[in-house]
């Protein structure tokens, strides 16, 4: 199974920049190798913002695209999540995540019923 460990999150002004990290370790299973950030704001549901495909192609909730661009490094051990543009929105816990296999190779946007492992979640808040 992998463990996962998020860093990089904090407070920033709205318009800043934030590059959250995940540390990827032990091996990965069919259930665990589809690598992915979710968010999670006050009175609202987990739900991804950033996905790796199999083929490499990144996938983006309507909210952050153009903005955040999700990225790994060549020995798959951390994942990032650069942030761009961040908005009052952008305020949440957010949480590294492996989920099943199959929702990287299809590319559909993973719930969070499908992860199978989480980090502890880092802290990132956004102020005006």
């Known amino acids: 199974q992998v463990q996962l460990a998020e860093s990089g999150g904090g407070s920033v002004q709205a318009g800043g920049s934030l590059r959250l990290s995940c540390s990827v370790s032990?091996?990965?299973?069919?259930?665990?190798?589809?690598l992915s950030w979710f968010r999670e704001s006050s009175g609202k549901e987990r739900e991804a913002v950033a996905a790796?495909?199999?083929?490499?192609?990144?996938t983006y909730a309507d909210s952050v695209k153009g903005r955040f661009t999700i990225s790994q490094d060549d020995a798959k051990k951390t994942l990032f999540l650069q942030m761009n543009d961040l908005n009052t929105d952008d305020t949440g816990f957010y949480y590294c995540?492996?989920?099943?296999?199959?929702?990287?190779?299809?590319?559909?946007?993973?719930?969070?019923?499908?992860?199978?492992?989480w980090g502890q979640g880092t802290q990132v808040s956004v102020s005006s």
């Open positions: 032990g091996n990965p299973t069919s259930s665990s190798s589809c």
């Open positions: 790796l495909a199999t083929d490499g192609d990144p």
């Open positions: 995540a492996a989920a099943a296999s199959w929702y990287c190779r299809t590319g559909r946007r993973i719930p969070a019923r499908g992860v199978s492992v």
